[in-house]
């Protein structure tokens, strides 16, 4: 993991998922060598989303996105693709931390459906 703002930042979500619930399961995927640490992903009862680092950006892809309402408007990436939606933060933006835990506990719904 990155340790600029970016590393932080991912620290930051992975609190925020647990905080919506605790039993979420963490894991690391898709390991290669340009990302030796692969991509976090967090599940309960199906994959819930994942957390990408990039140059410029930290990616957080929610993996029905499509079907959660996001009354908060924190998705920013993605909007046109028909299952998941996206919310890319960058250096000097702030996570709506009680939206994001929100639209977690959302999540986990969508998937007990």
Request: proline share 4%; glycine share 6%; with cysteine.
């Amino acid at each position: 993991m990155t340790t600029d703002w970016r590393g932080s930042l991912v620290t930051t979500i992975r609190s925020l998922v647990l905080e919506a619930d605790p039993d979420v399961t963490e894991e690391a995927k898709w390991r290669k060598a340009s990302n030796p640490d692969g991509v976090p992903t967090f599940s309960r009862d199906g994959l819930l989303c994942t957390v990408e680092t990039y140059r410029d950006k930290v990616k957080v892809t929610f993996a029905k996105g499509a079907s959660l309402d996001d009354p908060a408007g924190l998705f920013n990436a993605s909007l046109d693709a028909g299952t998941r939606r996206a919310i890319d933060l960058h250096e000097d933006d702030r996570v709506d931390e009680d939206a994001f835990v929100a639209l977690v506990r959302e999540a986990i719904a969508v998937n007990r459906d």
